[in-house]
């Protein structure tokens, strides 16, 4: 069995070295120990598929995935697993590959929730996403809701759950037992959810790092809630 992991953006610079040893396995989701199963795993960036072509940089972020689909699924690979895997869905549809579609459910959810059920763009997600052949949720929360969504996936929809590389992370405490710790810069973050669970628990302390952009919009900031932005 082949397997391509394709990453949304740029994370080549990431994986210099060996995992576990120079950086945390964690982002690769499984990739390097795929080869204990007897599976052959890659993974590859957009740019990867495009050559690094100056033209690339100047399509939409869409429209590179909607045409990665002719480098990825005729037959190259058995399975492609990854989170813009959306956009490719029309070809699917239209081509029917062999290749295996399993999606990991970053944003979808948060998606779905955008749209109420009998919409122009719900009917549309619900269209593109009847041929994912599998979705991967990251905590038994969001499979819960993403299910409610779509609950025809409920035997296609597992939950693997990212935990931490302890290989390469050395843990260390300070003798603080009730802080809760956020770290993220995407904008699928929901910081909004957690400050309001802040306003409940006020007897925790809340960390968040992340990008003043992830902040916008979201006022009145409890006292038990320190921010710490774009920190390296």
Same mark, same amino acid.
């Given at each position: 069995?082949? +397997? ?10 990431? %994986? ?20 204990? %199963?007897?599976?052959? *795993?890659?993974? /590859? ?10 033209? %690339?940089?100047? !399509? ?11 480098? !990825? ?6 399975? $492609?697993?990854? *989170?813009?895997?959306? =956009? ?9 590959? @062999? ?7 970053? #944003? ?12 122009? /763009? ?10 994912? &052949?599998? $979705? $991967?949720?990251? #905590? ?6 993403? !299910?409610?969504?779509?609950?025809? %996936? ?12 302890? =290989? =390469? ?6 003798? @603080? #037992?009730? +802080?809760?710790? #956020? $770290?993220?810069? &995407?904008?699928?973050?929901? =910081? @909004? ?5 802040? @306003? ?15 902040? /916008?919009? !979201? ?5 038990? +809630?320190?921010?710490?932005? &774009?920190?390296?």
């Amino acid at each position: 069995m082949k +397997v391509l992991y394709l990453y949304s953006g740029s994370r080549t610079s990431s %994986f210099q070295g060996t995992p576990g040893v120079d950086y945390p396995d964690t982002q690769l989701y499984g990739l390097n120990h795929l080869s204990d %199963f007897g599976i052959e *795993a890659e993974y /590859k960036e957009l740019n990867d598929l495009f050559g690094g072509s100056a033209l %690339f940089s100047k !399509i939409p972020f869409r429209l590179r995935h909607f045409f990665s689909y002719f480098f !990825i699924a005729q037959g190259r690979y058995d399975v $492609v697993f990854g *989170a813009s895997l959306l =956009y490719m869905l029309p070809l699917k549809k239209l081509m029917r590959p @062999r290749t295996k579609f399993v999606f990991l459910n970053l #944003s979808l959810t948060r998606i779905l929730r955008a749209h109420a059920p009998g919409t122009f /763009k719900r009917k549309v997600l619900d269209w593109l996403i009847k041929d994912l &052949d599998a $979705v $991967v949720c990251l #905590s038994v929360a969001q499979r819960t809701e993403f !299910i409610a969504h779509a609950p025809s %996936f409920a035997a296609k929809t597992s939950v693997v759950l990212l935990g931490a590389d302890t =290989y =390469y992370y050395q843990p260390t405490y300070d003798g @603080r #037992s009730n +802080v809760i710790l #956020s $770290v993220g810069r &995407d904008n699928g973050r929901d =910081y @909004r959810t957690l400050v309001e669970t802040a @306003r409940i628990l006020p007897e925790y302390a809340f960390e968040i790092v992340c990008s003043k952009r992830n902040m /916008k919009g !979201i006022e009145n900031m409890p006292d038990n +809630v320190k921010i710490f932005y &774009d920190m390296p």
